[in-house]
């Protein structure tokens, strides 16, 4: 089983930035690709940024430019930068993984979220 633990969520102004990160841990031998959603209110939850384990990145035409993905593959980690937040950006943001397990199986994981609200 795999656990991943979201923080750096918080309350910031438009135009702020923060910057989250998505650590995991458990019974894995390597974790492949790692992705930032996110789910506002009354809205389905939508795709925002991908890393794979190559580096290579992917992101929402929403946060093109403003947010940025990356990863420390040593300490399973993916991050996400956050620029020039706004109010529409205000949302649980949630972290995705595919980890291939010690029995070597790929499963895909979801942290439990970490809340962003912007303020104009």
């Known amino acids: 089983q795999v656990q991943l633990v979201e923080s750096g969520g918080g309350l910031v102004q438009a135009g702020g930035s923060l910057r989250l990160s998505c650590t995991a841990s458990?019974?894995?031998?390597?974790?492949?690709?790692m992705d930032w959603y996110r789910q506002a209110p009354g809205k389905q939850r939508e795709f925002v940024a991908r890393?794979?384990?190559?580096?290579?990145?992917n992101y929402a035409e929403s946060v093109k430019g403003r947010f940025a993905i990356s990863r420390d593959s040593a300490k399973n980690t993916a991050y996400l930068q956050m620029n020039s937040l706004k109010p529409e950006d205000k949302a649980v943001y949630y972290c995705?993984?595919?980890?291939?397990?010690?029995?070597?199986?790929?499963?895909?994981?979801w942290g439990q979220g970490t809340q962003v609200t912007v303020s104009s």
């Open positions: 458990g019974g894995f031998f390597a974790i492949n690709d």
């Open positions: 995705s993984v595919e980890a291939i397990l010690v029995t070597r199986d790929r499963t895909g994981y």
């Open positions: 890393i794979t384990s190559g580096g290579n990145t």
